[in-house]
T-cell receptor, first 114, second 111 residues
């Protein structure tokens, strides 16, 4: 079983639509959770961290369910500029220097259509 | 503010050749990482380093060597390149918070 699983998509949605991405992780020792965004042929960049209480950043809302080991990202009022691949990322706490390792999902591709 | 840079950006090499990918960061971040990204696999950690002269293996270290004699540099060497090492390689760094900052990547083709 993969440590972090995502629906690969692609998700093709019209401008203005609301779209939700889901992610599951297998290691219950996972401590921290993130969504990264990766544009085509570019490097990944942090979109937002995911907190247990849920958090919002403008049109983006992230949720975490530790009991179900499930993370979600909701994008409201989709823009053309939201087209990208969204990576679900988990930090599993190791001791020592390994504690900053991140485990990445394969990503979900979003295309927002005019 | 240069941030984190990688060179070369594109490289074509032949099977069996040694090739070194360079990574340089100007933030004095302690932690640095090398990933490869392939279709169907996502980002996979090759090696990481917690500080100068401290390195450790990640998920897919075979065929790769790293060094870190200076905090700002973290070169990745393919000792004898194979076609399976054709990939996009990303270097990343962090100061110790969990957000990692990625370089622009190196596209390596092994023929």
């Amino acid at each position: 079983r993969k440590e972090v699983e995502q629906d690969p998509g692609p998700f093709n949605v019209p401008e203005g639509a609301t779209v939700a991405f889901n992610c599951t992780y297998s290691n219950s020792a996972s401590q921290s959770f993130f969504w990264y965004r990766q544009d085509c042929r570019k490097e990944p960049k942090l979109l937002m961290s995911v907190y247990s209480s849920g958090n919002e950043d403008g049109r983006f809302t992230a949720q975490l369910n530790r009991a179900s080991q499930y993370i979600s990202l909701l994008i409201r009022d989709s823009k053309l500029s939201d087209s990208a691949t969204y990576l679900c990322v988990v930090n599993i706490l190791f001791s020592g220097a390994g504690s900053y390792q991140l485990t990445f999902g394969k990503g979900t591709k979003l295309s927002v259509i005019p | 503010d240069a941030g984190i840079t990688q060179s070369p950006r594109y490289k074509i090499t032949e099977t069996g050749r040694q090739v070194t990918l360079m990574c340089h960061q100007t933030w004095s971040h302690s932690y640095m990482f090398w990933y490869r990204q392939d279709l169907g696999h996502g980002l996979r950690l090759i090696y990481y380093s917690a500080a100068a002269d401290i390195t450790d293996k990640g998920e897919v270290p075979d065929g790769y060597v790293v060094s870190r004699s200076k905090t700002e540099n973290f070169p990745l060497t393919l000792e004898s390149a194979t076609r399976s090492q054709t990939s996009v390689y990303f270097c990343a760094s962090t100061t110790g918070a969990l957000e990692q900052y990625f370089g622009p990547g190196t596209r390596l083709t092994v023929t």
